[in-house]
């Protein structure tokens, strides 16, 4: 049985405003960015989230912010 809870998720963001987990998910291509969304909705809602999706979100954080920092440390 699945249950819902209600948790918030919310993005840090630096004291000018700027939000890097926001600015990272824009970077994404919109594939990718659908699905961590979707993931981060069951983080809010469900008691317990299944670990395949936590594992494959991990996985493909993990390869496009290791892109995304190289990008941004280049300019």
Not at 6 to 18: A, D, L, M, S
Request: net charge positive; glycine share 2%; with cysteine.
């Amino acid at each position: 049985m699945l249950t819902y809870n209600v948790r918030t998720i919310e993005f840090y963001r630096t004291e000018t405003g700027k939000s890097p987990v926001e600015e990272f998910l824009d970077s994404l291509p919109d594939k990718h960015a659908r699905k961590v969304t979707w993931v981060l909705r069951l983080v809010e809602r469900l008691d317990f989230v299944p670990k395949q999706y936590l594992k494959k979100i991990i996985e493909l954080t993990k390869r496009r912010c290791k892109d995304y920092i190289q990008r941004r440390t280049k300019k």
